[in-house]
């Protein structure tokens, strides 16, 4: 059982925007940032968004992220093939004194 | 450039001890606010953290885990070793060493590319 909670999968058509929820609390998503990462089959998590809404370098503008309370999303418009994978919401918990995962939403691209 | 690898056994008898090591490059593990994790993924399932270490030799770990686990640092060789007692078949999973970014809520932002480890008799 994760701690935050993310529905287990999600789809989409080419050029559609799709969002991904994450639920949390106040230990966690209440009180610190958000991170999104995309898994890929077979390769390690990539940073997607940091701090909540900001991008690394490289991740490209049509990826965004929010957060309110304790809950927070990620988007994804101009939907490609090539966003079909995994996705996790970290947030770092004050109760854990560690970070907290989702359990994952795997994106299908119709 | 930050990188991370981890090594170690990839395969692992149940009730031994597995010692995972991450060795990394491009950062200092005594900067203020820097740490380095262990996430492990099971086939098919789910990221898990197992545990951290920071820049000042904090040690934090899964509440779940946490009798089972020890996270060590070797700052001169730029490494974290973790070791997990006890192992068992359902222990079987991708384990991951990662650079966290800093303090103050801040997760991590690279990660090593995973070593698969099967636990069976």
């Known amino acids: 059982q994760s701690v935050l909670t993310q529905p287990p999968s999600a789809s989409g058509t080419p050029g559609q925007r799709v969002t991904i929820s994450c639920s949390g609390s106040?230990?966690?998503?209440?009180?610190?940032?958000v991170y999104w990462y995309q898994q890929l089959p077979g390769t390690a998590p990539k940073l997607l968004i940091f701090r909540n809404n900001e991008r690394p370098s490289g991740v490209p503008d049509r990826i965004s992220a929010s957060k309110s309370g304790t809950s927070a999303s990620l988007a994804i418009s101009g939907l490609r093939s090539e966003d079909e994978a995994d996705y996790y919401c970290?947030?770092?918990?004050?109760?854990?004194?560690?970070?907290?995962f989702g359990g994952g939403t795997k994106l299908t691209v119709l | 450039q930050i990188t991370l690898k981890e090594s170690g056994p990839t395969l692992v008898k149940p009730t031994q001890t597995l010692t995972l090591t991450c060795t990394f490059s491009g950062f200092s593990l005594t900067t203020t606010g820097v740490g380095v994790g262990w996430i492990r993924q099971p086939p098919g399932e789910a990221l898990e953290w197992l545990a951290l270490?920071?820049?000042?030799?904090?040690?934090r770990y899964s509440p779940s885990l946490r009798s089972r686990l020890t996270i060590t640092r070797d700052t001169a060789k730029n490494q974290v070793v973790l070791t997990m007692t006890n192992m068992d078949p359902v222990d079987t999973a991708t384990y991951y060493c990662?650079?966290?970014?800093?303090?103050?809520?801040?997760?991590?932002?690279?990660w090593g590319q995973g070593i698969l480890v099967t636990v069976t008799s």
């Open positions: 970290v947030a770092w918990d004050a109760s854990l004194r560690g970070p907290a």
């Open positions: 990662a650079h966290r970014r800093g303090s103050g809520g801040e997760l991590f932002d690279y």
């Open positions: 106040s230990s966690n998503i209440g009180r610190n940032y």
């Open positions: 270490i920071l820049w000042d030799d904090d040690k």
